[in-house]
DNA sequence: TCTCTCAATCTACACCGTAGAGTCTACGGT
DNA sequence: ACCGTAGACTCTACGGTGTAGATTGAGAGA
């Protein structure tokens, strides 16, 4: 066994914010964790390491527990899976949801969160294949209350709108569809060596054959001045003109 | 409850028929494998059991062979996912992109490579993960060339379409971000148990607290006929409608 | 016959998720 | 002061995983 890793003494002393028994905490015993904080825990862990490096083991370690004692907090883990694709998708802030601020338009709400959307999952790219791959597992009514919030908050921006219950489920799924197909995107043309010299060998386009991939060859300077947000931006203004175009069209939203 | 799946210990002494080589030696030694015969059998135990299913030593049984004999043909597990998603972009067809049907409206030929598309990932759902999740770990130009084929492709026709250099990359981006966004939101909203009477029953909406969730709780039935093709259909008229005003703009396609 | 090469196998190691049972501590009741 | 209890955690063990390294065995060519 390696030596003892102690260098991450885990925030504790903190008792008054989660709901944690009546522990005082003071004596030589540590305070509990919660699953608050091993899911955070985890995300760290995630961030730093990527999506491979999140055992069991490898968490206990992190947070000086026996692995098994995760299972308290979580079921498996998949349940840590899922955990923390709901943490992130809670974050998302969609605002405009509530019944406060309904004057303004709402297209620049959806253009707002898409914006946050795509800034939170950079932040975190390890985490994105969860953001597809947990919720196929699922079924919809059964995830966990966070991870259907913004669901529900967008499709009161498109009721809002003036969409019917089922034009606002079209209109999401052609939202939400494009907005997580565009992060796959970028995320998919991140440079993985931006400290080459050469634009073609830093990704790796020399390799390829001239005869059969002359587009993608002549590509390698535009490939590199990737402006994701710019991109982002044109993309969510096709598909919310295309989405009011739908509300006046006379076969409207129903 | 939370059991693990271990009810077969001895799995059928059956060596995955499937695929076998032509050539059969009638003596004692066996053909060799191809790393063609490998991803089929890796395709095959992936549909049928999941991508959880695909170990090397189950797919070794399942080719009747040692677990080590894999590595011959596949570096290692990874390389054998980046086999099996290379595999499958392989048979996406993007007619159109030879010189010969010239003549044949682009959007057309954009719409039928996106229906194809949906089919070849429908009738693959569990590898739908891999196409998103792989890529992320491989710089552009290092892919395997199948995998890059498709976009290729896809770039003769923008510029085929009138696109520049630039314009073509910014219009394959929203038309494959659109498109692989909205598979993964219809093999989302895949109902898992469809033998289930009750609409809100099946979906588990009847969990949901009426109170934070009066959008989601009404879509019940909308959310039940779901057509994947009409919907993946509309959207992307809604791309192709932006695609071709950004062509006749004057601040265009460059 | 002897050797070379390829395909496949055998053995072993470190790691993984997690079931089941045991341990330690703080607290409430008496 | 004592005990019982319940919660938080740890120990041990089992079967599974990817894969490095050494080994086998069967043609092909000399």
Redesign the interface.
Same mark, same amino acid.
């Given at each position: 066994m390696v030596s003892m890793n102690r260098r991450d003494p885990v925030p504790q002393d903190v008792p008054g914010d989660a709901a944690t028994p009546g522990t005082d905490g003071r004596g030589k015993r540590r305070s509990p964790l919660t699953s608050q904080i091993v899911l955070q825990a985890a995300l760290e862990l995630v961030d730093v390491e990527g999506l491979e490096a999140l055992s069991m083991r490898r968490l206990g370690h992190k947070l000086d527990r026996d692995p098994m004692a995760l299972y308290r907090y979580a079921?498996?883990r998949d349940a840590l899976l899922d955990g923390l694709t709901e943490l992130l998708l809670d974050q998302w802030v969609i605002s405009g949801a509530g019944p406060g601020d309904a004057d303004w338009p709402w297209q620049d709400q959806l253009r707002q969160a898409a914006h946050g959307f795509r800034l939170l999952v950079l932040q975190h %790219?390890h985490v994105? %294949?969860l953001l597809?791959?947990r919720?196929?597992s699922t079924?919809?009514?059964?995830r966990p209350?966070g991870a259907?919030?913004p669901?529900?908050q967008l499709?009161?921006v498109f009721?809002r709108a003036g969409f019917g219950?089922?034009g606002?489920?079209?209109a999401y799924?052609?939202y939400?569809?494009?907005?997580?197909?565009?992060v796959?995107?970028e995320?998919?043309?991140?440079?993985?060596?931006p400290d080459e010299d050469d634009t @073609?060998l830093?990704?790796?386009?020399?390799?390829? %054959?001239a005869k059969?991939? %002359?587009?993608?060859r002549?590509?390698a300077s /535009?490939?590199l001045d990737y402006d994701g947000q710019a991109?982002l931006d /044109?993309?969510i203004?096709?598909?919310l003109? @295309?989405?009011q175009s739908q509300l006046e069209s006379p076969a409207g939203p129903q």
């Open positions: 079921a498996n %790219p994105m %294949p597809v791959t919720p196929l079924p919809l009514g059964l209350l259907l919030r669901l529900e499709l009161a009721t219950p089922s606002a489920l079209h799924r052609a939400y569809g494009f907005l997580i197909g565009h796959i995107n995320l998919e043309e991140f440079v993985v060596n @073609g830093r990704l790796g386009l020399h390799r390829l %054959p059969d991939f %002359p587009h993608l002549r590509l /535009q490939l991109e /044109q993309g203004t096709i598909v003109r @295309g989405l």
